[in-house]
């Protein structure tokens, strides 16, 4: 059985029954692209967004769909984090194998909270993704952008990231 390891107790994915089937269909294509160019190895996923309610809730179904695919899962839901809290308390002990559930060598940590994506951490995540919930402007430096307006209709989001300042979507 798939499970999801969140704050060091699993869950269970029988959720993923619930998911409407154009959000499972667009889960399913974004754990598809970033399964395909990170297949192995300790790998870091970041999800934010203006809104935390539904980037953590889109965290949470990702998470559940690459866990179906497979992979060991370890979910975080992280809040306003600082770049050193999230080092020293999240990146360095899942990349040490010491974060409970992230014990395999091949484990995905899927987190979500607040300054994930600014400058200073962007290179950290092996993928990123920003959710959209309203008529704000997408991160300029994601993956994948999803408009999560209609959360059971979510749609990908193309954004043409030229005409956007670089600090946009950065955090104070």
């Known amino acids: ?9 699993l869950r269970e994915l029988s959720q993923l029954g619930e998911l409407s089937e154009n959000r499972r269909s667009l889960l399913d294509w974004i754990a598809e692209e970033f399964l395909h160019n990170s297949w192995a190895g300790r790998r870091l996923v970041a999800v934010e967004g ?25 979910r975080r839901s992280l809040g306003d984090v600082d770049e050193a809290t999230l080092r020293r ?16 060598a091949d484990a995905v940590l899927v987190v979500d909270g607040r300054r994930l994506l600014n400058d200073s951490v962007r290179g950290i995540w092996h993928f990123s993704a920003w959710t959209l919930a309203g008529d704000e402007l997408p991160h300029a430096g994601v993956n994948v952008i999803v408009d999560v307006t209609d959360e059971s ?10 005409k956007l300042p670089p600090s946009v979507g950065e955090r104070r």
């Open 1 to 9: 059985m798939s499970e999801v390891r969140e704050q060091g107790e």
């Open 50 to 74: 203006a809104s935390d309610e539904p980037a953590a809730r889109f965290a949470n179904d990702l998470a559940a769909v690459l866990a179906t695919r497979g992979q060991t899962v370890v």
């Open 89 to 104: 308390e999240t990146i360095e002990p899942f990349r040490a194998g010491i974060l409970p559930g992230a014990e395999a």
């Open 153 to 162: 209709a979510p749609k990908r989001y193309f954004y043409d990231l030229c």
